[in-house]
DNA sequence: ATGTCACCGTACCGGTGA
């Protein structure tokens, strides 16, 4: 089964990208960021006619979040996180779908930094913290994607010296971030990948994506019931040079229905 | 600061967020 998170920049926009990713690829169950539309926009149609059930937690002109299915209706668990810090801002999906608990997110990107922006994103991120606690504690299978916003460390990001002072990777956000990894999650691309360049991100300026000036922000984390049927993960690379295209690439992880890796040891691995 | 892109309002561009 392939689970794939994209944040596309704008369902409505990206919907012709969107569409040809998934007739090319196929993904089972897709996490997307940044609908950038309101529930009643969301291109439900055009999306079933693809082949995949969905649900949305969509917002006037910014965020939204939603997740697409073609191996079994998802069955929604929850919308927004507990004690989330503001919610009238769409970040968060989750829903039980084949087996898997899918949660859907879209982290707050922080800038400017210092600022009530970026006290917003340490708080959501604590918040997100306080749930996937109760989450691995379940032990269900369980799989959290998305665009976190976060840079893990200096080998996720292309110049990590001109980035220290940005919202994406200052110390507070990857010190949450590798606490969030403790509590015994697997980020699955740097599990498969330990020591490879692997950007998910790359700006629309400067020319961006041709320099290979990119940045790994997009992750899927797996629980510990999970994460030993982790068979593949990787990055939709070509997406992000296709016509009209969103400035993340779409990731994904492949789990096999039985265990194909040894369970991980304590410790945060990023 | 630069640069690019998508969204909205009331709109044929400027403001905002990324």
């Not at 070509?238 to 039985?258: T, Y």
Request: neutral net charge; hydrophobic residues 40%; contains cysteine.
């Amino acid at each position: 089964m392939r689970i794939a998170t994209y944040n596309v920049n704008g369902v409505n926009g990206r919907l012709p990208v969107l569409l040809r990713w998934l007739e090319e690829t196929s993904p089972d169950i897709i996490c997307l960021q940044e609908l950038k539309a309101p529930d009643e926009r969301f291109p439900a149609a055009a999306i079933e006619a693809a082949g995949y059930e969905a649900i949305w937690h969509g917002q006037k002109s910014w965020n939204g979040v939603a997740i697409l299915s073609r191996v079994g209706t998802p069955v929604e668990t929850r919308r927004g996180l507990p004690d989330d810090p503001d919610n009238t801002q769409s970040r968060y999906i989750e829903a039980a779908v084949n087996g898997v608990l899918v949660a859907g997110l879209y982290l707050p990107n922080g800038n400017p930094r210092p600022g009530p922006k970026f006290d917003y994103k340490l708080r959501w991120f604590e918040s997100l913290v306080a749930h996937a606690a109760e989450l691995v504690a379940t032990d269900m299978p369980v799989v959290i994607a998305g665009d976190f916003n976060v840079m893990p460390t200096d080998r996720d990001v292309y110049r990590p010296e001109r980035w220290l002072d940005d919202a994406l990777f200052a110390p507070e956000v990857r010190e949450a971030y590798a606490r969030l990894l403790a509590q015994g999650w697997t980020d699955a691309l740097r599990a498969m990948h330990p020591s490879e360049t692997i950007y998910t991100f790359w700006d629309y300026l400067r020319n961006a994506y041709a320099r290979n000036a990119g940045l790994r922000i997009d992750h899927l984390l797996l629980s510990p019931a999970l994460a030993p049927r982790l068979a593949a993960a990787n990055v939709d690379r070509d997406v992000r040079g296709w016509e009209k295209s969103s400035d993340h690439a779409p990731v994904w992880i492949e789990l096999a229905n039985k265990p194909v890796r040894a369970s991980r040891r304590k410790g945060p691995k990023i």
